[in-house]
């Protein structure tokens, strides 16, 4: 167990609908990343935030949006759902920004059905 | 861009076999180098790392070393054993001292037959 929670597990909606995913990060850790899996794609990095600060921007689509709150926990809103956002979206954690040693530490992801 | 190259997979060894996993990188910065492993129904767990050139990384027998003339960062085990079998990635990460994205690989399945 990383420390890192994401609900829900699974997420199965239709298409052009809208929804958020949500992770908590291990204890004292500032920073949230959300990753994308999915098969043609691979891992796909979308977004950093910094203690409610965005680092750091990937291949993130416009219908996607994030933020990280007060207390920390990130949310990931995905709208205008397509087929091909069907995927295995996972968050991760780490104690600062960035540096060699800042080990990101993965949760169990949300596996999203777009139906 | 940054981008991580693994050798095409699956791949699938007896146990106690050797292992090499190919990954080769380009990046535009001085990158740090990762393994990272995906059991069956389970999250990324870091496997091991190195932060700068010659580095090796090591765990659960596993290693890989950082050459920076070859930009490679190869997987090896000297012998696996059928709790291996996993997704494994290579990913890295340049640091700018604003943010810490990884990048993947596509990853490859290694299955170990008893």
């Known amino acids: 167990?990383?420390?890192?929670?994401?609900?829900?597990?699974?997420?199965?909606?239709?298409?052009?609908?809208?929804?958020?995913?949500?992770?908590?990060?291990?204890?004292?850790?500032?920073?949230?990343?959300?990753?994308?899996?999915?098969?043609?794609?691979?891992?796909?990095?979308?977004?950093?935030?910094?203690?409610g600060e965005e680092r750091a921007k990937g291949n993130i689509l416009e219908r996607f949006s994030a933020q990280q709150f007060p207390d920390l926990h990130s949310e990931l809103n995905l709208?205008?759902?397509?087929?091909?956002?069907?995927?295995?979206?996972?968050?991760?954690?780490?104690?600062?920004?960035?540096?060699?040693?800042?080990?990101?530490?993965?949760?169990?992801?949300?596996?999203?059905?777009v139906l | 861009g940054d981008s991580v190259?693994?050798?095409?997979?699956?791949?699938?060894?007896?146990?106690?076999?050797?292992?090499?996993?190919?990954?080769?990188?380009?990046?535009?910065?001085?990158?740090?180098?990762?393994w990272y492993v995906q059991y069956p129904g389970e999250g990324l767990q870091l496997l091991l790392k190195a932060t700068k050139a010659d580095d090796k990384g090591s765990n659960k027998g596993f290693e890989a070393t950082y050459r920076k003339e070859t930009t490679s960062f190869h997987l090896e085990k000297g012998s696996v054993q059928v709790s291996d079998s996993a997704v494994y990635f290579c990913a890295l990460s340049v640091y700018t001292g604003a943010n810490s994205k990884l990048t993947f690989g596509k990853g490859i399945t290694l299955s170990v037959r008893p």
């Open chain 1, 1 to 51: 167990d990383s420390g890192v929670t994401q609900t829900p597990k699974h997420l199965i909606t239709a298409t052009g609908q809208r929804v958020t995913l949500r992770c908590s990060p291990r204890s004292g850790d500032l920073s949230v990343y959300w990753y994308q899996q999915s098969l043609d794609q691979g891992l796909q990095f979308l977004i950093q935030y910094y203690n």
């Open chain 2, 5 to 34: 190259t693994q050798m095409e997979g699956p791949v699938t060894l007896s146990e106690e076999a050797f292992l090499t996993i190919n990954c080769t990188y380009t990046a535009t910065g001085y990158p740090s180098l990762f």
């Open chain 1, 79 to 113: 709208s205008s759902l397509e087929l091909g956002d069907s995927a295995l979206y996972f968050c991760a954690s780490s104690v600062g920004p960035s540096g060699g040693d800042n080990e990101q530490f993965f949760g169990p992801g949300t596996r999203l059905t």
